[in-house]
């Protein structure tokens, strides 16, 4: 016998139904980041084949509300959070105000030529050295955004071997006396490209919201980073603030 009830004979598809049914009891007995039981146990509940099931649960990954997570099962999404981009934003400090535990993992450390957008952006010749760092900023232990850090070389040779870890920002206003300002912000919803996706761990169809940032040398306006950011769009609302 099901526990769910389901009319055949409603006019209104049986997944269409069970997707009704299914949102409600998410939000009614289910918290953030919960697992729900398995596409099998549900078909069970609600009396019907897995096929029927599988579409109603796409229903609710599609508005955003449930996640899939490979070999582990389906999980009730975040409610998005609501991160502030204004003039001195700092991930770390802007997510620790409101109660949650960041880390900041450094994937890669490089020093190339820089392409003309990167030249243009921090005001340098095209193919000047700069430093590359990409960097995974997690939110309660699960992916949140990647970013491509640039920076001219000239003005921080030994940045490598100063940053192993936590924010860049602090670092260089530590270390180098450099407070940075954001001057512009440009942000675009895109689809993510290369592995940007998996390591993120998100569908490759689902869109990034990318922000592409200019900081300057608070003291003269000099540039000295452009970063380009992508943010998982079903776990983050941007807010710009003048």
Request: charged fraction near 25%; include cysteine.
């Amino acid at each position: 016998m099901s526990l769910y009830v389901v009319n055949r004979d409603s006019g209104l598809a049986l997944y269409a139904q069970i997707a009704q049914q299914l949102e409600l009891v998410v939000h009614n007995q289910y918290a953030s980041g919960e697992c729900l039981p398995s596409e099998g146990d549900l078909a069970v509940q609600f009396g019907v084949n897995r096929h029927t099931l599988r579409r109603a649960i796409d229903e609710l990954v599609e508005a955003g509300l449930l996640e899939r997570r490979h070999g582990l099962g389906i999980f009730v999404l975040d409610t998005q959070l609501d991160y502030q981009i204004g003039k001195g934003t700092r991930f770390t400090e802007n997510l620790a105000a409101l109660g949650f535990m960041t880390e900041n993992r450094i994937l890669r450390k490089q020093t190339i030529g820089a392409l003309p957008r990167v030249a243009q952006r921090l005001t340098i010749q095209e193919g000047d050295a700069v430093h590359w760092i990409e960097t995974l900023r997690m939110v309660e232990q699960r992916p949140m955004c990647l970013i491509s850090h640039f920076v001219p070389a000239e003005k921080f040779p030994d940045l490598f071997e100063r940053f192993e870890s936590g924010s860049l920002h602090a670092l260089l206003g530590a270390t180098y006396g450099c407070k940075l300002r954001r001057t512009e912000s440009l942000v675009t919803a895109v689809l993510p490209q290369g592995d940007d996706a998996k390591t993120l761990g998100m569908p490759q169809n689902r869109p990034v919201l990318r922000v592409k940032s200019v900081n300057v040398d608070d003291r003269d306006g000099t540039p000295v980073e452009y970063a380009i950011t992508r943010f998982r769009a079903d776990r983050i609302q941007l807010r710009i603030n003048p």
